[in-house]
Structures are given as C-alpha cells and as structure tokens.
Nanobody, 117 residues
C-alpha cells in the first residue's frame, strides 16, 4: 500500500501562484511515476501532469506553460508549482502514484485550490 498526503492548497487571486506538495509513504520507489489530477465542482477528475522516474514531465494542455511538476526522491515528495492561476483552475487537486505515464494506482485525499477572479 501507498499513502499520499497533499498540502499547500488555499485561496489565491487570479494571476497568483501556489505550490502544492505531496509526500508518499509505504511501498514507494524512486521508479514510480508520479502525477497530479484535479476535479472541479460538477466535473470529472482530470489528469494534469506526470513526472517519470527519471524526471521527464508531461502536461495537459490547459496547464502547459503555467504549471511545473517536480520531485525529490530522497524525500518521497512530488510538487506542483502553479503560476498565472485562473478562476477555472479552482478544483480539488490530487497527487497520484503509478507505474506508467497515465496509469496510476494510488491517490491522496486532495487539497482544495480556490482562485478568486
């Protein structure tokens, strides 16, 4: 089993920045793929970013150029730096761990990000 705990969410004005953190525990490996998802009210959960075990990154189009995913294997942590936030970025953000770019097995409980317009 893997446990994921997110932090760093909050209320921010449009155009502002936030940095989300996620710490993994349990059966973790530096070879894990790590990702971030989000779910806005009334919408399905959507994938937004993945970082591979060797540091390659991929992003969904809505966040490309504004968000940056990174990881610190020594701390079993993954981060999401969010810049130029928009009202439509308001959502619960989830950290995930998996075995491939779009194949995730574990999710955290989520952290709320609210962007005021």
């Amino acid at each position: 089993q893997v446990q994921l705990v997110e932090s760093g969410g909050g209320l921010v004005q449009a155009g502002g920045s936030l940095r989300l953190s996620c710490v993994a525990s349990g059966r973790t490996s530096s070879r894990d793929y790590m990702g971030w998802f989000r779910q806005a009210p009334g919408k399905e959960r959507e994938w937004i970013a993945t970082i591979t075990w060797n540091g390659n990154t991929l992003y969904a189009d809505p966040v490309k150029g504004r968000f940056a995913i990174s990881r610190d294997n020594a701390k079993n942590a993954v981060y999401l730096q969010m810049n130029s936030l928009k009202f439509e970025d308001t959502a619960v953000y989830y950290c995930a761990q998996g075995i491939a770019i779009h194949q995730f097995n574990y999710w955290g409980q989520g952290t709320q990000v609210t962007v005021s317009s």
